[in-house]
């Protein structure tokens, strides 16, 4: 996650794809083995609070090759 205030980047989750911020306070996410997760997310500190909840099995992150 990128925080404006610092200019810096911070890794919320290892192995994550596709992160997108859900307007309910989520942040969902695909991992590289697959799956779709979401967890809350606390914009202010910029951490996850809780564990992630699996919410789609089977999901796999866009995969695309460069020739």
């Known amino acids: 996650m990128y925080d404006l205030r610092s200019d810096s980047l911070k890794l919320l989750v290892s192995q994550a794809a596709g ?6 306070g989520y942040l969902v996410y695909t ?15 910029l951490t996850l609070r809780g564990g992630a909840v ?4 089977g999901v796999e992150p866009m995969r695309f ?3």
């Open 54 to 57: 699996s919410v789609v099995d």
């Open 19 to 24: 992160a997108a911020y859900s307007p309910t």
């Open 31 to 45: 991992l590289r083995e697959g799956g779709l997760f979401a967890a809350a997310c606390d914009l202010n500190t």
């Open 65 to 67: 090759a460069m020739s």
